[in-house]
């Protein structure tokens, strides 16, 4: 399984970007997607997650209502649109995926990672 992570750059405080992430190859079942950022510095930490198949998700509370994960039109495609953009959310933006029908948040519970983009926000 390759993923491809797009979309980042830089942006002023308070815009939007949209980030995709392209799954490619044999991917079987339900699974879940996963974004993740890491400033510099810092630990990577849990963005958001949408699980194939029911399309649950979750965010981390630094970031709802702010962002939206879903589903692309596209055939295993997901988007992280990310609005109200602080300083803060300056990182490297990694997509995930991890196989089943699961709800992970942790970096370690994903098995598959994408080259990551980087998003710098200017205050």
């Known amino acids: 399984v390759q993923l491809q992570a797009s979309g980042g750059g830089l942006v002023q405080a308070w815009g939007s970007l949209r980030l995709s992430c392209a799954a490619s190859?044999?991917?079987?079942?339900?699974?879940?997607v996963g974004w993740f950022r890491q400033a510099p510095g810092k630990e990577r930490e849990f963005v958001a997650r949408?699980?194939?198949?029911?399309?649950?998700?979750s965010y981390a509370d630094s970031v709802k209502g702010r962002f939206t994960i879903s589903r692309g039109s596209a055939e295993n495609t997901v988007y992280l649109q990310m609005n109200t953009l602080k300083a803060e959310d300056t990182a490297v933006y990694y997509c995930?995926?991890?196989?089943?029908?699961?709800?992970?948040?942790?970096?370690?519970?994903?098995?598959?990672w994408g080259q990551g983009t980087l998003v710098t926000v200017s205050s």
């Open positions: 995930a995926l991890r196989a089943g029908v699961v709800t992970p948040t942790k970096p370690e519970q994903y098995d598959y």
């Open positions: 949408f699980t194939w198949y029911g399309g649950s998700t």
């Open positions: 190859g044999r991917i079987i079942g339900g699974y879940t």
